[in-house]
């Protein structure tokens, strides 16, 4: 109790104790959170991550939980969820500031809106901005690195720092932001003037593409696992024999061998479970041990 009125004292935002994290992951799994924070402002996440380094208390921060599996346990200590006190997006000329809470789809609307192309890419990624850049995440050709010009960052003593695209290392789902401790609180991405009725069936396309191509219907996390060089992971899990493998109310989807759903009662376990299936398949049969795409959280 100490903990939670000391943080609700300290924060504009919300706090909630015992926040069931399956609410806010795209494969709608996850125990509780020991104390769930949604920022207002900067000053809340600031005072948040000097408040967990003082007190010796775990701190996990996630955005849409678009690329996670968090444990049936939950997570100990405070969970900080970048969302709506930290979405703000406003325009520079051809570059447009946002913040890390900013949902992509949001982003994109408004760089159509405003006749900026450069994002179209993103269309239909269903993650925050602070979490898209940290992975680079990407799709049709092009990843967030492609456009970030320089990353706001938050570390760990609440101090603000800055870096440019050129620092960040990006590469196939990857940015040297992973290998610390910092977390994203706005993004600056270089655009370009484009008309918006091509920006429009741009945008159209790439919906189509996935609607065609991914299970969209029930919960899933996306592409489960990288795809190795020169190999697409989908196409060697579908060669092992993997499509339809379930555990549970996990299932390998028949449409997209990469994508693992939550047909229904799904947990942690049978996700893990079933991703471990998966690799001793693939990897039995061609050799190749598969990288996770997604984040795991907590205890498995």
């Known amino acids: 109790m100490e903990v939670y009125l000391d943080l609700k004292a ?17 494969w ?5 959170a020991d104390y769930f924070v949604e920022p207002a402002v900067i000053e809340d996440l600031q005072f948040v991550l000097r408040f967990t380094a003082e007190r010796g208390l775990p701190l996990t921060v996630m955005g849409n939980g678009s690329n996670l599996l968090v444990s049936d346990a939950g997570l100990r200590g405070v969970v900080v969820r970048m969302g709506s006190g930290m979405d703000r997006v406003v325009l520079d000329g051809n570059v447009i500031l946002a913040q890390g809470g900013v949902r992509l789809s949001r982003l994109l609307r408004t760089a159509w809106e405003s006749g900026l192309g450069g994002l179209e890419f993103m269309a239909g990624i269903p993650a925050s901005l602070g979490g898209a850049v940290v992975m680079n995440a ?12 320089e990353v706001t960052m938050v570390d760990r003593s609440g101090t603000v720092q800055r870096r440019s695209a050129g620092e960040l290392g990006f590469r196939y789902r990857w940015s040297n932001i992973q290998a610390g401790k910092e977390i994203v609180t706005a993004v600056a991405l270089r655009c370009f003037p484009k008309d918006r009725d091509e920006i429009g069936r741009e945008i159209e396309r790439f919906l189509n593409r996935r ?8 919960p899933s996390a996306g592409c489960v696992f990288k795809n190795p060089p020169g190999d697409s992971a989908g196409r060697l899990i579908e060669a092992a024999g993997g499509k339809g493998l379930r555990v549970g109310g996990a299932e390998v989807s028949y449409k997209h061998a990469n994508f693992v759903l939550n047909t229904g009662g799904a947990t942690a376990r049978d996700i893990m479970e079933l991703i471990r299936q998966v690799r001793q398949l693939v990897g039995d049969k061609f050799g190749i041990e598969l990288g996770l795409e997604v984040n795991l959280m907590g205890d498995f």
Do not use: F, K, Y
């Open 10 to 26: 300290g924060i504009r935002g919300s706090i909630r104790v015992g926040e069931m994290l399956g609410a806010h992951t795209t």
């Open 28 to 32: 709608r799994v996850g125990g509780p």
């Open 138 to 149: 990407g799709a049709n050709g092009l990843c967030m690195g492609d456009r970030v010009e």
């Open 211 to 218: 609607r065609e191509t991914q299970p969209l219907e029930q």
